[in-house]
């Protein structure tokens, strides 16, 4: 039977073994104490693992977000386009200055960073 006591390098395959799912806890007999002693150091992995995931995610996120001053020169038309980039009250008041799309338009998500990078283009000469 493997106990904590034993050695760490054979320990560490056990953990590796366990954290892959493959069984080995229970054909090498390892001891409820070791096996509770690799759970406890296997959620606390796997917690900074969804930690690390989550941070990552999100710092992908706001670098893929479009953003707009809230008074970017634009039409009323390109202002409802990118109507949901702002804050949600200038955004309603952009989407009733905007006119009426036509029947069936959906706007893309390439319009919108397109009208967004226009947006934050400088076009004086």
Same mark, same amino acid.
Request: charged residues 20%; proline residues 6%; without cysteine.
């Given at each position: 039977m493997v106990t904590? @006591? &034993?050695d760490p390098? =054979?320990?560490a395959f056990v953990l590796a073994a366990i954290a892959a799912? &493959?069984?080995?806890a229970d054909r =090498? =007999?390892?001891?409820?104490?070791? %096996?509770?002693?690799?759970? %406890?150091?296997?959620?606390g992995v796997r917690g900074a693992m969804q930690q690390d995931r989550a941070a990552a995610v999100a710092a992908l996120t706001r =670098?893929?977000?479009l953003t707009l001053p809230d008074d970017a020169a634009l039409s009323p038309r390109a202002r409802?386009?990118?109507? @949901?980039?702002v804050r949600r009250e200038v955004?309603?008041?952009?989407?009733?200055?905007?006119?009426?799309?036509?029947? @069936?338009?959906?706007?893309?998500a390439a319009l919108k960073r397109t009208v967004v990078g226009l947006a934050g283009s400088s076009w004086d000469a």
């Amino acid at each position: 039977m493997v106990t904590p @006591g &034993d050695d760490p390098f =054979a320990m560490a395959f056990v953990l590796a073994a366990i954290a892959a799912g &493959d069984g080995l806890a229970d054909r =090498a =007999a390892v001891s409820v104490e070791l %096996r509770t002693r690799i759970a %406890r150091v296997l959620e606390g992995v796997r917690g900074a693992m969804q930690q690390d995931r989550a941070a990552a995610v999100a710092a992908l996120t706001r =670098a893929l977000q479009l953003t707009l001053p809230d008074d970017a020169a634009l039409s009323p038309r390109a202002r409802g386009v990118v109507a @949901g980039v702002v804050r949600r009250e200038v955004g309603a008041e952009w989407m009733r200055a905007a006119p009426p799309p036509r029947p @069936g338009f959906r706007t893309s998500a390439a319009l919108k960073r397109t009208v967004v990078g226009l947006a934050g283009s400088s076009w004086d000469a």
